[in-house]
């Protein structure tokens, strides 16, 4: 199985989108798997999920998207992963970029001397079509688009896959869609299981079996700055989770 790099992205916030992303990559990493996840997202949620304080970062994405360290000094060591933190000086970053010659390039450049490093480098995006998420887009092999399954999920999903196309026909043709995963899943609600039919009948394979449910244990997990997989490892949403990364990998043959 070669190295693959996953944009985590939706513009839509509250679709579980970092939960998602701090999920699987804890999964892969229990599974044997070298993983490195790039926080992208000002809020940090996912460098706090991992248990860092983004308050107090030497170095984060920020400074490596404004050159002002190496990748290597950016990434912080966990147990079972490696992280690249975020906080609110991202916001300046994404700033100082436009003035840059290739602003969407800069994060597959910065990342490149690691990539070979990592089984798998997942990229947290934030809920926008900005340059930080044109950025993921550009340096990632595939895009994975968490949706919560209620009314305006598939209108808020074009916006986002005609950005994935403008990439793929700029800086980045090689740019997949890894799939669908539907989050928050509340199966006693019609809504909900027919805006996920939908979703099913329209994007086919594309669409993980595996379907995250709405679970109380994957919302408390961040406030002790750990996954839901190492805060209860039976609950169903971690449980959810672990399928998420046992799916991926079989469906990248690994």
Known sequence: MKQKIIAVANQKGGVGKTTTTVNLAVGLAQLGKKVLLVDLDPQGNA?????????????????????????????????????????TDLTAAELQMMEYEE?????????????????????????????????????????????????YALEGLTSLLDTIERVKQTVNPDLEIEGLLRTMFDGRNNLANDVAEQ?????????FKTVVPRNVKV????????????????????????????????????
């Open 47 to 87: 460098t706090m999920a991992c248990g860092a304080d983004c308050r107090n970062l030497q170095f984060s994405a920020c400074e490596l998207l404004m050159d002002e360290c190496d990748v290597s000094e950016a990434i912080m060591s966990f147990e079972s992963l490696d992280v690249i933190g975020a906080n």
């Open 199 to 207: 979703i099913s009948n329209h994007f086919g394979s594309k669409v």
């Open 103 to 151: 602003p969407q390039l800069v994060l597959k450049q910065q990342l490149a001397p690691v990539s070979q490093d990592y089984d798998f480098i997942l990229i947290d995006c934030p809920p926008s079509l900005s340059i930080l998420t044109v950025n993921a887009l550009a340096a990632a092999d595939s895009v994975l688009i968490p949706m919560q399954c209620e009314y």
């Open 219 to 254: 919302a408390e997990a961040p406030s002790f700055g750990q996954s839901a997989i190492e805060y209860d490892h039976l609950s169903r949403g971690a449980v959810a989770y672990k399928g998420l990364a046992s799916e991926l990998l079989r469906r990248n043959h690994g």
